[in-house]
């Protein structure tokens, strides 16, 4: 069974500044995908970004970006001149290509400090 | 029109209620979900419908009962629910099961059992 791990229960960053978020992973399958999410206070659950397995290229998205390291099951979320908008907690999860189950981690909660 | 909306926003019942949350996209997504997250937790997926057709039951105790009335709208009908419950139930769409492809996910509607 997959599985999806973020150790960094929370984490603040400085306004500006750069932030990166952890998320490992584990699967048998060579094919799959990989989304990182966020859920601010109004509940909504938001696509950030979205990675396909079969591309060595890094996902970016403005001001985020992603660092897939495929062999080391590895899949962190940089943001780059982090806004007080960005405040929420952050959930990376995967998908397999076949499967119609996405599997979140626990999620990252995220503090932007002015 | 990129929305799922999903209502009531808050609800409160007791234990011997019958309640029904309900959810909709038009969107002409074909897969459409239900999941329940509690607070500080990952969302839990509870049931998938595909085509119009449950495909996914999560092992959901049946106080809980998923509806798919046509492709736009799914209902989750609550009866004799126990306290434990009480959490935020989410709703999302995607195009396809089985596809490439991420989640829309409404804001949810926050339950209490007392």
């Known amino acids: 069974a997959q599985t999806v791990t973020q150790s960094q229960p929370e984490m603040s960053v400085q306004e500006a500044e750069t932030v990166t978020l952890s998320c490992t992973y584990d699967?048998?399958?060579?094919?799959?995908?990989l989304f990182w999410y966020k859920q601010p206070p109004s509940r909504q659950m938001i696509l950030v970004i979205r990675?396909?397995?079969?591309?060595?290229q890094n996902a970016t998205e403005n001001r985020f970006s992603v660092n897939f390291q495929k062999a080391a099951k590895s899949f962190s979320l940089k943001i780059s001149d982090s806004q007080l908008g960005d405040a929420a907690m952050y959930f990376c999860?995967?998908?397999?290509?076949?499967?119609?189950?996405?599997?979140f981690g626990k999620g990252t909660r995220l503090h932007i400090l002015p | 029109d990129t929305e799922v909306t999903q209502t009531p926003k808050h609800l409160v019942m007791g234990m011997t209620n019958k309640k029904s949350l309900k959810c909709e996209q038009h969107?002409?997504?074909?897969?459409m979900y239900w999941y329940k997250q509690k607070a500080k937790k990952p969302p839990e997926l509870m049931f998938v419908?595909?085509?119009?057709?449950?495909?996914i039951n999560e092992s959901v105790p049946s106080r809980f009962s998923p509806e798919c009335p046509n492709s736009s709208l799914l209902n989750l009908h609550l009866h004799a629910l126990q306290p434990e419950d009480s959490a935020l139930y989410l709703c999302?769409?995607?195009?396809?099961?089985?596809?490439?492809?991420?989640?829309?996910f409404g804001q949810g509607t926050r339950l209490t059992v007392v």
């Open positions: 999302a769409s995607s195009q396809e099961t089985g596809w490439i492809t991420e989640a829309f």
């Open positions: 699967t048998s399958e060579s094919d799959y995908y």
């Open positions: 990675q396909e397995a079969y591309k060595q």
């Open positions: 999860a995967y998908r397999s290509v076949s499967g119609d189950k996405i599997i």
């Open positions: 969107m002409g997504h074909r897969a």
């Open positions: 419908y595909s085509y119009e057709k449950l495909s």
